[in-house]
């Protein structure tokens, strides 16, 4: 569950994102896919995730002993690895659903799509 402060900080990147469309067109007039620009979002919510939650790295195993043991050990390693990514990502598809909310419904307001080519839709 996302707190107050958190959507709070997503609404600051929101904005900097659409501040960011706005300079982009400005600047140069070329549009920006709307693919290129859902998967930034998608990589600024996992930043985010990771930044939120601080995930703890579990301790890589001691590679000492009978060979099967150290391959179990790994193996348990990378599930717990693999475990915590997808909990980032669930943390993190949470945000992006909050920050494009924030950013296209924004982007409509400010008329982003109308008045410059700032978003191909």
């Given amino acids: 569950m996302l707190t107050e402060l958190q959507i709070a900080l997503i609404g600051f990147v929101a ?53 099967g043991a150290i391959a179990n050990l790994v193996i348990v390693w990378l599930g717990a690895i693999l475990s915590m990514g997808a909990t980032a990502l669930g943390f993190a598809t949470a945000i992006y659903q909050v920050l494009t909310k924030g950013v296209l419904a924004n982007a409509v307001k400010r008329r982003l799509f109308a008045s410059t080519p700032a978003f191909k839709k």
């Fill in 15 to 67: 904005t900097g994102v659409l501040w960011a469309m706005k300079m982009w067109a400005a600047g140069g007039g070329q549009e920006i896919p709307s693919v290129v620009l859902k998967w930034i979002l998608f990589v600024i919510s996992v930043v985010m995730s990771i930044v939120f939650a601080l995930p703890i790295l579990p301790a890589f195993p001691v590679l000492v002993g009978d060979p």
